[in-house]
């Protein structure tokens, strides 16, 4: 499974984006979708996971702002952030588990100004 991320890009704060994460090959057997992000000098955070593709979770920073949705047809998993906050900077990964593995996307940039 290869996943393709896109729709990083710079907001003011207030502003909204959505990000998209398209996969290629086999998502037979996939049981989580998620987004995840880092931000500079900091780790890895879970930002929202759609787990066998009904129940939806979100870190509590982003609940309420964030909304994760997918499109089994099309393959793909869907981050939509409405209410942008700086603190929301960050390199935005998508991650697909099946069997045990993670996939990962390459990641996209999303920049919040104040």
């Known amino acids: 499974v290869q996943l393709q991320a896109s729709g990083g890009g710079r907001v003011q704060a207030g502003g909204s984006l959505r990000l998209s994460c398209a996969a290629s090959?086999?998502?037979?057997?996939?049981?989580?979708m998620g987004w995840y992000r880092q931000a500079p000098g900091k780790e890895r955070e879970l930002v929202g996971t759609?787990?066998?593709?009904?129940?939806?979770t979100y870190a509590e920073s982003v609940k309420g702002r964030f909304t994760i949705s997918s499109d089994i047809a099309k393959k793909t998993v869907y981050l939509q952030m409405n209410g942008l906050k700086p603190e929301d900077t960050a390199v935005y990964y998508c991650?697909?588990?099946?069997?045990?593995?993670?996939?990962w996307g390459q990641g996209t940039q999303v920049t919040v100004s104040s």
């Open positions: 991650m697909f588990a099946k069997l045990g593995y993670n996939y």
């Open positions: 759609i787990i066998s593709g009904d129940t939806v």
């Open positions: 090959g086999s998502i037979f057997s996939i049981t989580v």
